[in-house]
C-alpha cells in the first residue's frame, strides 16, 4: 500500500524564483524506489507543497503552479527525467543479460 510519508530520500533538481517567493522543485523517493514530484514554495512567512501528487490522481504541475514558475522548473524535470530513465534502460538490459546467462548454463 502507498503512502505519502513513507520517504526515504530526495533530490533537489532546481529553483526559481516568482513573486518574492523561491519554487524547490524535489523527486521524493519511497522505500521501493518510486519517486514523487514535490515543488516546494517557500517564502519569508510560509514554506508549503504548491504542488504534490503522489498518487497521480490530481491535477496536474501545469494546472497547478503558476506559469513562468512552471516553464522554468520544466528543463529541469525533463533532464532528470531523461538521466533516470536511461538509468532505467540500462539497469533492465543488465538484468535481462544475467537472465540469458543463467539460462544458459
Known amino acids: 500500500m502507498f503512502s505519502p510519508w513513507a520517504f526515504t530520500g530526495g533530490d533537489h533538481v532546481a529553483k ?4 518574492g517567493a523561491t519554487y524547490h522543485l524535489i523527486y ?3 522505500e521501493a524506489g518510486r519517486e514523487t514530484t514535490v515543488v516546494i514554495k517557500e517564502n519569508s512567512s510560509v514554506c508549503e507543497a504548491a504542488y504534490y501528487n503522489p498518487t497521480g490522481g490530481g491535477r496536474d504541475a501545469e494546472e497547478v503552479l503558476p506559469g513562468p514558475v512552471f516553464k522554468a522548473l ?3 524535470a525533463t533532464a532528470r527525467n531523461n538521466e533516470r530513465a536511461k538509468q532505467n ?3 533492465e538490459r543488465e538484468i535481462t543479460e544475467e537472465y540469458r546467462r543463467r539460462k544458459g548454463n
Open 89 to 91: 534502460q540500462a539497469l
Open 16 to 19: 526559481t524564483e516568482y513573486n
Open 74 to 76: 520544466v528543463p529541469a
Open 28 to 30: 521524493l523517493i519511497d
